[in-house]
């Protein structure tokens, strides 16, 4: 019997590198070179509430790394406590997604990893990062189940998302109805007429 182009059963030889593993040689061609094999973060990290394994470890080096280098360019402060202060990884995204910076809107799988804290953020905290108000974070922890919470945030959106699909909506309906943008400037004249009295 012959064996397939990958081996037995047509699967891969185990000497060949996870995609992962190529995306994030691709991401990391793009660091100046004395960087480009750098471990930065998760050698000194805990990465506490994690299952630690090698595409973990490649994420959040690369997201430091990244954001280190977005700093360095725009002469601010990049020590290791500037970086990590701000820094979040979903560590459930894939690499070449470079799944790093601010959330505005989150998915029921999202495990929202922070530099700062060096640990996931709780699902309560989660809530409060799409602007959910802190007492009903705090209501949730102790009324829902985990799972119930990350679906609630999962489905939810951010307030700043929201308006930015509302005002993109508006602008457009302004520009592609003429009339409707009359509409609108006579009630803002009305207004201003009535404030003004």
């Known amino acids: 019997a012959t064996l397939g182009v990958h081996g037995r059963g047509g699967q891969k030889p ?27 973060w998760s050698e000194g990290a805990r990465l506490q509430g994690i299952a630690i394994t090698d595409r973990i470890k490649a994420l959040v080096d690369v997201a430091f790394l990244k954001t280190e280098d977005m700093l ?10 500037d970086v990590a202060r701000s820094l979040f990884a979903d560590l459930s995204q894939n690499i070449v997604r470079m799944p790093w910076g601010r ?16 640990r996931l953020l709780v699902p309560e905290e989660l809530l409060v990062i ?26 939810a959106m951010a307030v700043p998302s929201v308006t930015v699909v509302c005002c993109s909506a508006l602008m457009a309906a302004l520009r592609f109805l003429p009339g409707l943008a009359a509409d609108v400037e006579v009630a803002s004249q009305d207004r201003s007429v009535v404030n003004s009295t």
Do not use: C
């Open 14 to 40: 185990a000497t060949a590198d996870p995609k992962w593993r190529l995306q994030e040689q691709e991401i990391r061609e793009t660091l100046p070179l004395q960087r480009q094999s750098a471990r930065p």
């Open 72 to 81: 360095k360019q725009r002469k601010e402060p990049h020590a290791r406590q």
């Open 103 to 118: 959330y505005r809107t989150l998915t029921t799988s999202t495990q929202l990893y922070s530099f700062e804290r060096d």
């Open 130 to 155: 799409l602007g959910f108000p802190r007492t009903y974070a705090e209501s949730a922890r102790h009324h829902m189940k985990n799972r119930d919470i990350t679906d609630l945030v999962g489905m």
